[in-house]
């Protein structure tokens, strides 16, 4: 899910390179990389999700899911055909505190505006969904559209 900008781009080109057949599902406003397979289509629609039933994957990156109900609409249509489901959170889901480093027992924030990706990961816990889950701070690197080393440094 995602896979032509920034982060999704560094890795299906980290996967490409182990030789992993991708499918990148993804609006198709950005250019395809080479030796992966375009679904076009937008996570949000429910008619373009479809086009993903009967795929059987190893392996499911999301990179761009930001509310519970994006997820389990994939999930849905994926029916269990995949070992597990990678998901890219946020460090922005805790309390602010200033005692580094951040652990996953520290307090989460029920105003964030990450909450989706912690409804998300207890969803995921809930329904004995294989997963991991990350939860990045500040990303930055070549192609960052977000530039935030600007300020950050």
């Given amino acids: 899910m995602g896979g032509t900008r920034f982060v999704g781009k560094s890795l299906v080109a980290k996967l490409l390179i182990k030789n992993y057949d991708i499918d990148i599902f993804t609006r198709g406003n950005k250019s395809n990389p080479e030796k992966t397979n375009l679904i076009k289509g937008d996570r949000n629609n429910s008619e373009d999700i479809v086009k993903l039933k009967n795929k059987k994957y190893d392996f499911v990156y999301d990179i761009s899911g930001r509310e519970l109900e994006q997820t389990q609409l994939l999930i ?14 946020s460090a922005g889901v805790y309390k ?3 005692e580094l480093p951040i652990s996953e027992l520290d307090p989460i924030d029920p105003d964030s505006r ?3 990706k912690v409804e998300t990961e207890n969803w995921l816990k809930n329904q004995k969904i294989p997963f991991t889950s990350f939860r990045p701070t500040y990303i930055y690197g070549p192609g960052n559209y977000n530039k935030i080393e600007n300020w950050f440094f």
């Fill in 114 to 116: 990450h909450k989706g």
């Fill in 96 to 98: 602010d505190n200033c």
């Fill in 76 to 89: 849905e249509n994926l029916d269990n055909s995949f070992q597990r489901y990678i998901y890219v959170s």
